[in-house]
Structures are given as C-alpha cells and as structure tokens.
C-alpha cells in the first residue's frame, strides 16, 4: 500500500505513531537538523537544551543529564514508531530526512513531529537503519553526549529501549485487532534492526520483550523508579551513577 499524503494509516496506533505532515504546523518549528548541528556546546535559542530544560523542570531533575537522558529516548521512540509502524502497515516508510523533519521542543510528551513532504522509501531494514539510527540517532546521541556528558552506551541502550517499545505497542494493536501480517512484519524488521552494530549490545530481545544492559537514569529523579525493561530490578541505593551501558 502507497504511503497517503497524510499517513492517515498511522493515526488508529496512537500519539507516538502519528507524524504531522504538510499543511498541518501550527508555526514556524526548528528542524531535527538544525537540533543536531551544534555538538559541542549549548547556546541560547538552541531547541535541544530547550527540550531537555523543559524535560529537567517538568521532572525535577536534580541533573541536566538525567533530562538530557529522558528526552533523547522520548525522540528515539517517535522516530522508530512512525518508521515502525509505516513500514508494518504500509510496506514503504516515509523519507524522515532531518531537514524536512520539524520538531517542538516547546510541545508536550510524546514529541510533536511535522513532516513537510512526505517522500516514500523502502522498508527494508538497511533503509530503516540509515533513516534513523544513521540520519537521526547517531547525531543526537553526539549531540546529547557532547553537551550533557551523558554515556553513549546508555544513550543507544535508550535507543534500543526505544525501539523495542515501538514494536511491543505496535505488536498488541495488530494481535488484538486480528493483524497477525502486520504483527510479524514489525517483529520481523525489529529483529532485524536489533541485529545493527549499533543496537546489537544494547540488550537482550525475546519476542516483544527485551532486557536493556544499561539505565536511563529515570530512577534519580524524585519519585522515580526502575523501567520494566531496565538493567537494575530494583533503584540503587549505594551507587551515585547508574552503569553506562
């Protein structure tokens, strides 16, 4: 099935599958490029130390990093379930280039994405692979690594979290709605992605479960705990850092 000016497809999945597409902006929004492009420090008006401030308010966190952290896995999980789910229900998915990706940093949880040109591409995994661990989460894992000094390996372990979580609620709207053609088609492309360099030591996948070797730091926020797929079972008491994957 073609890819429709306005993945309408995407809309029945929930908010972290939706992509706003052309004509549907509000206002003028920064681009993901232009969120990546500034490595090494952060400057005023920059919308990546925006977000992960707005993150760090909203959670109370008593470290930029942990928001740094928090908000890095919120963009990887729209990422891979837009891509996710266009490639199970559509076959293609849309061409996610940071330039034509336009991104809220002001907007609520899950991040506001807008499209302004919908440009089909293969949904294999290769192409999946470079649309988004490629083009999208090897700059902001830089990026968040080189201003907040927050450990690559925890930062792809919440790129695989994320993923892995894009395909778990992908998988039980298709089951419970009789799909089983689009539930193995996402489990099928998951399993192959987890095989990618960059995500294959980020944790052990069974099915739709999955077991990440790092933290996200969740749990040093005030109230906050362990996630259901965590390295840790319980908080750590003792340690002032969690492991960086």
């Known amino acids: 099935m073609d890819l429709d000016p306005h993945l309408a497809a995407l809309r029945p999945l929930g908010a972290f599958f939706v992509l706003r597409t052309p004509g549907e902006a509000a206002r003028p929004l ?3 490029a232009e969120t990546y492009r500034e490595t090494s420090s952060r400057t005023e008006g920059d919308p990546l130390d925006f977000r992960v401030r707005k993150v760090a308010n909203a959670l109370r966190a008593p470290e930029l990093r942990i928001a740094a952290s ?21 076959g293609r998915i849309p061409d996610l280039d940071p330039g034509l990706l336009h991104w809220d ?6 991040d506001d994405l807008w499209l302004t040109e919908v440009r089909p591409l293969p949904a294999d995994p290769a192409t999946v692979a470079d649309v988004v661990l490629h083009r999208h989460l090897q700059p902001l894992t830089d990026a968040v690594h080189a201003r907040y000094r927050v450990a690559a390996g925890l930062l792809w372990g919440n790129a695989g979290s994320a993923l892995a979580g894009a395909a778990r609620q992908l998988d039980q709207w298709a089951r419970t709605g009789g799909r089983t053609d689009t539930a193995a088609r996402a489990r099928a492309l998951t399993e192959e992605l987890f095989g ?25 926020v005030p109230g906050g705990g362990v996630c259901g797929d965590c390295c840790f079972t319980r908080a750590p008491r003792s340690s002032p850092r969690a492991p960086s994957g």
């Open 70 to 90: 928090v908000a890095q896995q919120g963009l990887a999980a729209r990422l891979w379930s837009v891509t996710l789910g266009c490639a199970a229900l559509y």
């Open 30 to 32: 920064p681009t993901l």
């Open 196 to 220: 990618h360099p960059l995500l294959a030591g980020t944790g052990i996948l069974s099915g739709t479960a999955f077991r990440r070797r790092s933290c996200c730091l969740y749990y040093r």
């Open 105 to 110: 940093p002001d907007g609520s949880a899950p």
